[in-house]
């Protein structure tokens, strides 16, 4: 996808360990999201950022992290994975609040 | 109950036909309204946007929002194979800096 890279692209993990993914952009938008998609659920969000530093828990942000320390950069951290957080994750971003989400390809997580 | 209501299907039709994709809401708030198309194992993509109510075309493709019954449409018309893909609505309300997303509707159009 355009300007929008996940790593990594595919990950398994044991429970109880943390694990970090990236999203990284190069169209120097200001927002920048975490959604996880599950079968039934569809996509939630899970924490989103208007801003370097600035950051905001979303619907399903329990047992996660972020931090943005540089614009291009939004990390998420699952402190000690469980198998509930079995998921695909998608990174979006957006120029504005009233525009449309380009997402990334997405990071297909399993925890064992 | 979700804030945005959306039948998974799966929904297969013929290729050439219309196809009809629906969602409802429940927050009056809502004034931003998205269409996106994800294809297997792939992200979704922007497909239509639309602001407040009143219909949008583009291409093969029409938007429609009906806030009065807070209601949402996407129509396709001459639907091709390629169009196979998972369709989710998605809206937010002024100011909102994250989108409620429906739970997406798998579409298969049918040589």
């Known amino acids: 996808d355009a300007g929008i890279t996940q790593s990594p692209r595919h990950k398994v993990t044991e429970t109880g360990t943390p694990v970090t993914l990236r999203c990284h952009q190069t169209?120097?938008?200001?927002?920048m999201y975490w959604y996880r998609q599950d079968p039934g659920h569809g996509l939630r969000l899970i924490h989103y950022?208007?801003?370097?530093?600035?950051?905001d828990k979303g619907e399903v942000s329990d047992g996660y992290s972020v931090s943005r320390s540089k614009t291009e950069d939004f990390l998420l951290t699952l402190e000690s994975a469980t198998s509930s957080q079995t998921s695909v994750y998608f990174c979006a971003i957006s120029e504005s609040e009233f525009s449309g989400y380009t997402f990334g390809s997405g990071t297909r997580l399993t925890v064992v | 109950q979700k804030e945005v209501e959306q039948d998974p299907g799966p929904l297969s039709v013929p290729e050439g036909a219309i196809v009809s994709l629906n969602c409802t809401y429940s927050?009056?708030?809502?004034?931003?309204f998205m269409w996106y198309r994800q294809y297997s194992r792939k992200g979704p993509e922007l497909l239509m946007y639309?602001?407040?109510?009143g219909n949008k075309e583009d291409g093969r493709f029409t938007a429609q929002v009906d806030k009065s019954s807070k209601y949402i449409s996407l129509f396709i018309r001459d639907s091709q194979p390629s169009d196979s893909a998972t369709y989710l609505c998605a809206m937010s309300g002024q100011g909102a800096q994250k989108l409620v997303f429906g739970q997406g509707t798998r579409l298969t159009i049918n040589p």
């Open positions: 169209e120097n938008h200001r927002y």
């Open positions: 927050n009056s708030a809502f004034q931003y």
């Open positions: 950022s208007y801003g370097v530093k600035d950051t």
């Open positions: 639309t602001y407040s109510s």
